[in-house]
């Protein structure tokens, strides 16, 4: 096969995957209780101080999990792309730049204590629910699907949920959500085109599919138990 058929036939994949897995994201916003409640004018403060100190437990979670889909990867590109991630996360060596550390930040501008947040065991469900799939599945290719949700779902998700509270914290540095949420989209971009690659390379599009699916069932529980927790 010549290089510029390899090439289109790999963008044709991306596109696919890029495509379908917003398609999922989407479908599982307008379906989620959560979401459904959380409309403009209709969250207040004690509530979106709730949602924030939970939150900020994942947010801690998600380099642990890149980091098993790098132990988890058999080949260098997919080990490469989520090391960069993962560099990332980590504030590129400076930790008081993580991803952890400007969500903190908005934290402590926005007057919200982590610690303040009622007890729940579903966030930890959640987090052993993935780290479960991605450490345990026979496919590389499916612990990157499972991964890759959580980067789809971010600026969508996190859009809707920042719109909202935004008014709530008028004073709070919303760099999180801002320029930090701008990274996020671009490793959606990257996210289909090491898909794609993936499976030139020869992983089989169900395995990306199974454990996209995976990813998609363990946060539409999240977001289940969540609603429960804020609003019942
Ligand atoms: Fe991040």
Redesign the pocket.
């Known amino acids: 096969m010549s290089t510029q058929k390899m090439q289109a036939q790999t963008d044709s994949v991306q596109q696919k995957f890029f495509a379908e897995f917003n398609r999922s994201v989407e479908a599982l916003i307008e379906r989620s209780s959560f979401f459904n409640k959380w409309k403009p004018g209709k969250i207040d403060s004690a509530v979106a101080d709730k949602f924030l100190a939970n939150f900020n437990v994942l947010v801690g979670s ?1 380099p642990g999990l890149i980091a098993l889909g790098v132990s988890r990867s058999e080949d260098e590109d997919m080990r490469a792309v989520l090391a960069v991630n993962l560099y ?2 980590c504030g590129e060596g400076d930790v008081s730049r993580t ?1 952890h550390a400007i969500y903190r930040k908005f934290l402590a501008t926005a007057g919200v204590d982590p610690n303040k947040a009622p007890p729940e065991n579903f966030t930890s469900e959640w987090r052993s629910s993935l780290r479960g799939f991605i450490n345990g599945t026979p496919s590389s290719a499916a612990a990157l699907g499972a991964l890759a949700t959580g980067e789809f779902l971010a600026p969508p998700g996190l859009t809707r949920i920042f719109d909202v509270i935004k008014p709530l914290y008028p004073t709070a540095d919303i760099e999180y959500f801002t320029t ?1 949420l701008a ?2 989209v671009e490793h959606i971009e990257e996210m289909a085109m090491l898909l794609s690659r993936q499976v030139q390379g020869g992983v089989t599009s169900e395995e990306v599919v199974e454990g996209f699916e995976f990813g998609i069932d363990t946060w539409e529980t999240y977001f289940e138990n969540l609603s429960r927790y804020l609003f019942n």
Request: aromatic share 14%; proline share 0%.
């Open positions: 998600f990332q996360e991803h930090h990274l996020e």
